[in-house]
């Protein structure tokens, strides 16, 4: 054993191994439903990530705020989106998971780096142009600011690495942009410098209507996309429902049939069976057979999911205690990164007598 080693080695024995592992987090707006496609593409990852890194997940409920909402809906829908996460399997003492709300520094952040933020960034957000197309009626300056405050939920927890999409890596970028501007003008090494944590694992899922589109949770067609929480029924209406392409032939070619292929894609990951394996056992069937047998794989995965769901909602104290154990955690640290930020810009330390 290497000096290095042996060091590494006493550190775990010792328990202190979360010293080393590099910090991730990530999370998920408190809107529209939790899907299929969170499910594979994101949270499948997420667990299987709980004993290598040390990970933060929280439900973004101060964003979800950028589009109306109903109070009582986003209560409620913080408290499922909360309940599927460790329905799904995330250990809330392997993972720190806390609302973004709770903990008031991710406000504060936002602030000093709106401070610094060039209103040019955040003019060229396609985001913010796609939503503000979208929702002409409500274009707040929430939903401009809407980068700064995830910059800041990265930035408190001195995150290494953000699990994104395609659709966030560009308020990566924006984050990313803040660290160089603060750490350049207040001192190199107050905010780490996150990167994209670009998984091997977890394939991307596509609307089952329009399987160029990624499946999204906001989706306004129910149709796209199959929610974690919904009945058998539904599930199975909709698979049935999905486009196939012109043609016969089960086969996976993204470019020629993007809907056969996206099926694929969910029954191979959910049975952990190679594609290849199911184009053969669909040789010469009829795509009505992979639907039937799609949807039963889809409704097997998610009936236990649902169970425990239904199960955890119907204990709002103990879900409330785990939220206060989560924020507990968060807190302490979010409060260190808040606390030297606003030393190095000059905000006075409040003197208690
Ligand atoms: N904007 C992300 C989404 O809608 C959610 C989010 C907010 C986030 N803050 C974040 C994701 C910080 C990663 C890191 O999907």
Redesign the pocket.
Known sequence: MSAFHSVVHRAKQKRYSFLMKQTI?????VTGNLTLGNYIGAIQNWKKMQNDYDCLYFL?DL?ALTVSQDPKVLRERTYSFFAQYLALGLDPQKNIIFAQSHIHQHTELSWVLTCLTPLGFLNRMTQFKEKAEKNEKNVNAGLYTYPIL?AS??LLYQADL?P?GED?RQ?LELCRDLVGFFNNRYGAGILKMPQAFVSKMGARIMSLQDPTKKMSKSDENEKNFVSIIDDEKKIEKKIKAAATDSGTEIKYDVDNKAGVSNLLTIYSTLSERPIADLEKEYEGKMYGHLKVDLAEVVIQTLRPVKAKHDELMRDRAYLDKLLNAGAERAQARAQKTIASVYEAVGLLPRQLF
């Open positions: 987090l990530s999370g998920s707006t973004a964003h995830m939920d990265i953000v994104v966030q308020h």
